[in-house]
């Protein structure tokens, strides 16, 4: 089993469109969640980064945790055209280790 | 906004030569560290440095790397008798501590 599973897509939806992303993850020693939006030939770009289990929100942005079914999703409502990008999760364990484990990435298409 | 600065954003060598890749790290920022996508696949973490020392390593980062914080400024990766299978985007990440890393936008290397 893989310890981060992100579904690829292509995710395709409308413009003004709410987006659901979602990764399952293996490794019950993650306590750190975040999620980074990628361009084309960019580097990863921090959206959003939480702390165990709950809701986090910022703007248009909501990131969820659920660490009994190791599954946690990032919301974006009125999608844009320009959030179209590739979106990782990443997770790391509350210890002295600090690497990144992500995602493969879904890569989100927001039709104007 | 502080960001991670990479240079070169392209680089191409010949197989056996050593290659290094640069990153200024954000100023304030204490961890360091160096990830790699290989086309198509997930980020992937190599190291981290803290205190002037590597604090963590995948097993990816073998022999052929080192890292190295040669003033207070820059952060470099040196990669002594390229392979191959290294091609792939290398980025440099910092942070303040336990909060999230930031990505630069990354050096594509390339080994003909």
């Known amino acids: 089993q893989k310890e981060v599973e992100q579904d690829p897509g292509p995710l395709s939806v409308p413009e003004g469109a709410i987006v659901s992303l979602n990764c399952t993850y293996s490794?019950?020693?993650?306590?750190?969640f975040m999620w980074y939006r990628q361009y084309s030939r960019k580097g990863p770009e921090l959206l959003m980064y939480?702390?165990?289990?709950g809701n986090k929100e910022d703007g248009r942005f909501t990131a969820q945790v659920d660490k009994s079914s190791k599954y946690i999703s990032l919301f974006i409502r009125d999608s844009q055209p320009s959030d179209s990008a590739t979106y990782l999760c990443?997770?790391?364990?509350?210890?002295?280790?600090?690497?990144?484990?992500f995602g493969s990435g879904t890569r989100l298409q927001v039709q104007p | 906004e502080p960001e991670v600065t990479q240079t070169p954003s392209h680089q191409v060598t010949q197989m056996g030569q050593e290659v290094i890749l640069r990153c200024v790290p954000i100023?304030?920022?204490?961890?360091f560290y160096w990830y790699r996508q290989i086309l198509g696949q997930k980020v992937e973490f190599l190291v981290s440095?803290?205190?002037?020392?590597?604090?963590?390593k995948s097993e990816i980062f073998d022999d052929q790397f080192s890292v190295e914080r040669p003033d207070g400024s820059n952060f470099t990766l040196k990669i002594r008798s390229t392979k191959l299978e290294d091609s792939a985007m290398y980025f440099c990440?910092?942070?303040?501590?336990?909060?999230?890393?930031?990505f630069g936008d990354g050096t594509r290397l390339s080994i003909l």
């Open positions: 440095f803290y205190n002037n020392e590597i604090s963590e």
């Open positions: 990443a997770m790391r364990e509350d210890t002295g280790r600090r690497a990144l484990t």
């Open positions: 990440a910092s942070s303040a501590g336990t909060e999230a890393q930031h």
């Open positions: 100023s304030n920022h204490l961890y």
């Open positions: 939480t702390y165990s289990s």
């Open positions: 490794n019950s020693a993650f306590q750190y």
